[in-house]
């Protein structure tokens, strides 16, 4: 049964520019979750994906999107980076409704300069 | 507003003694209060959860307890390992909609040998 894979591990972008984190979910696993953790806090919920459609959305702006693909991997894209968006952003799948187990993937620590 | 709330940001504990990590939550509803161990460089781990039906949860050497009249949850490590030096969430799934985590900000655990 393979895990959770996010990439890249790190990035480092300018202000300004757009990001694509990409993650690939645990097999059988048709829900995905992202997940914006700021240094000493704990993990906020971005927006989660089931079935190819957004199903929820964190207090995020429109500059966060996602994507799911049909074998159910998924996209985070941020447009227009600002430096508080400097963060570990953390993917979780789960087996679709009423499966409270969530595996996360390592995440991709992105820094914008 | 669902608010999980870890108050003490850190614990350290001899190794073989008792980790007694505490969550208070503000809102009485929900499903499910999940605790997550996060290492360096790694996503976090699904480590046990209680549901709103009972008191007390336990596997192995954790157990998790539920004071619904206080609103506070516990996590109990015995005996603590020094591999239990980790940072721990506590997260409450929520009820209808998306099925999202709201995470506390964490508590650093170390176990001394």
């Known amino acids: 049964e393979t895990g959770v894979t996010q990439s890249p591990t790190h990035l480092i972008k300018t202000r300004g520019q757009q990001v694509t984190l990409r993650c690939s979910s645990q097999?059988?696993?048709?829900?995905v979750s992202w997940y914006q953790q700021a240094l000493g806090q704990g993990p906020q919920f971005i927006f989660q994906?089931?079935?190819?459609?957004?199903?929820g959305r964190g207090n995020f702006p429109p500059r966060f999107s996602g994507l799911q693909f049909p074998n159910y991997s998924s996209e985070l894209n941020v447009n227009a980076l600002e430096l508080d968006d400097s963060a570990l952003y953390l993917c979780?799948?789960?087996?679709?409704?009423?499966?409270?187990?969530?595996?996360f993937g390592s995440g991709t620590r992105l820094t914008v300069v | 507003d669902q608010q999980v709330k870890q108050n003490s940001p850190s614990l350290s504990v001899q190794e073989g003694r008792i980790s007694i990590l505490n969550c208070d939550y503000t809102?009485?509803?929900?499903?499910?209060f999940l605790w997550y161990k996060k290492y360096p460089a790694e996503g976090p781990t699904f480590l046990i959860s209680i549901s709103s039906i009972k008191d007390k949860n336990e596997d192995g050497r954790f157990t998790v307890f539920l004071n619904k009249s206080a609103k506070h949850l516990s996590l109990h490590i015995v005996p603590s390992q020094p591999g239990d030096s980790a940072v721990y969430f506590c997260a409450r799934k929520t009820q209808g909609g998306s099925e999202k985590l709201v995470f506390g900000k964490g508590m650093k655990l170390t176990v001394n040998p």
């Open positions: 809102n009485s509803m929900f499903d499910y």
């Open positions: 097999s059988g696993h048709n829900t």
């Open positions: 979780a799948s789960s087996g679709g409704q009423g499966y409270y187990g969530y595996t």
């Open positions: 994906y089931y079935r190819e459609e957004e199903n």
